[in-house]
């Protein structure tokens, strides 16, 4: 077992290594079975394995991180089944070259030889230029394999989706990592220059990119070091690999989502760990502050009136203070939002009365609770029989306020954890009055 990496470097031959060329150009693997870190495809029982063993390909979109191997498995597909290999990059292609491409396709399958055709970053292209592909995909002039580091969902067009799979590669796991620094080594003739714990740093430093990681040790083999580094000295000569986090793409969605969800379930070390992820990686600290304030009225409501003061709060310290001082008070809000009690009794109310307020449409309330400015409205009834609630016993009268047309609703159902075990007992004596003074 070897490799797969290089997704955005332009596909080399199998047989075309140089001593010159980059260490992760020359560990391409030459055939599936050496591809590591993603045989949930590629071996027998995987999608991509079983269309290799019958001679067929489909069209395809394969989707995953940078570094794991989506241009390396499309060139060895079209070696295992014997097509054309065609590859365009989506960054430095145009309509002319897509229209050369299907016509250089089109002459081929008239001789004989089907075409697979490889677009990188498929995502960048506009819905326009996505939808030219389908009479070519749909006559079989060529196969698609659209690579793509984006959600599909998002960003390629559902009538492109419906004639294409979708293929998940995974991030390379520590067993991936060290197999490719195990082929390096191999490769070079001789072990890393670093000590076991850093080996392992500059691994995990890798966050799944296999590329970055040979890119990492290449640098390190280059430099002829005399001592074995240690994680310090690692740390010091290599500089760490970014997360992958776009602010307007999945990622911000998936992380946001992750924090939402921690805080609910009530893990203020998940919730921890999710909030430090989105500001390490850049994220605007008040779209953090946004979500927190609508997590404490959502999900902690009047269990907790004090959560959505917190969040307030912690937004105008941050205005105050900035960063990164400022964001204490946020990692403050957030721990009070995690060990909060919990209540979304607010929010399914909120659902319930906006789904009446579309039923019932322009019903009037009752004219006795209705405002009597002019006389022509006291003499039709308006306000007529009002009772005054402070002039009543326990400061409740017991009236109805609904519609003659419309029976009472109850939406809010307030539960018995924190402060809304309180408004329970306030509602259910409030219930019990009104039962006596029907």
Same mark, same amino acid.
């Given at each position: 077992?070897?490799?797969?990496? *290089? ?20 560990? !391409? ?17 995987? @999608?991509?394995?079983?269309?290799? $063993? ?13 570094? +794991? ?39 081929? $399958? ?17 819905? @326009? ?19 793509? +580091? ?6 390629? /067009? ?37 000590? *076991? ?8 430093? @890798? ?35 970014? @997360? ?9 969605? /998936? ?15 998940? =919730? ?23 997590? *404490? %009225? ?8 004090? $959560? ?14 900035? =960063? ?6 946020? %990692? ?10 919990? =209540?979304? $009794? ?5 659902? *319930?009365?906006? !789904? ?11 004219? /006795? ?31 109805? #306020? ?9 939406? #809010? ?15 259910? #004596? ?9």
């Amino acid at each position: 077992m070897t490799d797969l990496f *290089a997704d955005d470097l332009p596909p080399q031959p199998a047989t075309a290594s140089s001593e010159d060329a980059p260490l992760a150009d020359r560990l !391409r693997p030459a055939s599936l079975d050496e591809v590591v870190g993603q045989e949930h495809l590629t071996g027998p029982e995987g @999608a991509i394995g079983r269309m290799v $063993a019958a001679g067929k390909l489909s069209s395809m979109i394969l989707w995953g991180p940078p570094g +794991t191997g989506k241009t390396s498995i499309a060139r060895l597909l079209a070696d295992a089944v014997g097509m054309r290999f065609v590859s365009l990059s989506a960054v430095f292609s145009g309509v002319a070259d897509l229209k050369k491409a299907f016509a250089e396709a089109e002459t081929m $399958a008239k001789a004989g030889h089907k075409t697979l055709l490889l677009v990188d970053e498929i995502h960048r292209f506009n819905r @326009a230029q996505q939808d030219g592909f389908l009479p070519f995909v749909e006559n079989g002039t060529v196969t698609l394999i659209g690579a793509t +580091t984006e959600n599909p969902s998002f960003e390629l /067009n559902a009538a492109l989706l419906s004639r294409a799979q979708v293929l998940i590669l995974h991030r390379l796991d520590h067993k991936a990592l060290c197999a490719l620094l195990e082929k390096a080594e191999k490769e070079v003739g001789h072990p890393l220059p670093v000590t *076991a714990a850093a080996r392992d740093a500059l691994v995990a430093s @890798a966050d799944g990119d296999g590329r970055f990681l040979l890119n990492q040790a290449e640098t390190l083999f280059d430099v002829g070091l005399d001592q074995p580094l240690d994680p310090a000295g690692l740390s010091q000569f290599l500089q760490r690999r970014m @997360a992958v986090y776009d602010k307007d793409r999945e990622g911000h969605y /998936n992380l946001i989502s992750a924090l939402h969800k921690s805080l609910r379930g009530s893990d203020p070390q998940a =919730s921890l760990y999710y909030l430090a992820r989105m500001l390490v990686a850049g994220e605007e600290p008040l779209f953090v502050l946004r979500r927190l304030t609508r997590a *404490a %009225v959502e999900d902690v409501g009047l269990a907790d009136p004090q $959560a959505l003061v917190q969040c307030l709060a912690a937004k105008d310290a941050y205005e105050f203070l900035g =960063s990164p001082e400022g964001e204490l008070a946020i %990692v403050q809000a957030c721990l009070y939002l995690a060990t909060a009690p919990k =209540s979304n $009794a607010a929010y399914i109310a909120q659902k *319930a009365a906006w !789904r009446s307020a579309k039923e019932t449409g322009s019903l009037m309330p009752p004219a /006795n609770i209705l405002n009597a400015p002019t006389k022509l409205m006291k003499d039709v009834g308006y306000g007529k029989g009002y009772a005054y609630d402070h002039d009543a016993d326990e400061g409740f009268s017991g009236a109805s #306020y609904w519609p003659a047309e419309m029976e009472a609703q109850t939406y #809010y159902r307030p539960v018995e954890r924190g402060f809304e075990r309180q408004v329970a007992e306030r509602i259910a #004596y409030w219930d019990k009055l009104r039962r006596e003074r029907a």
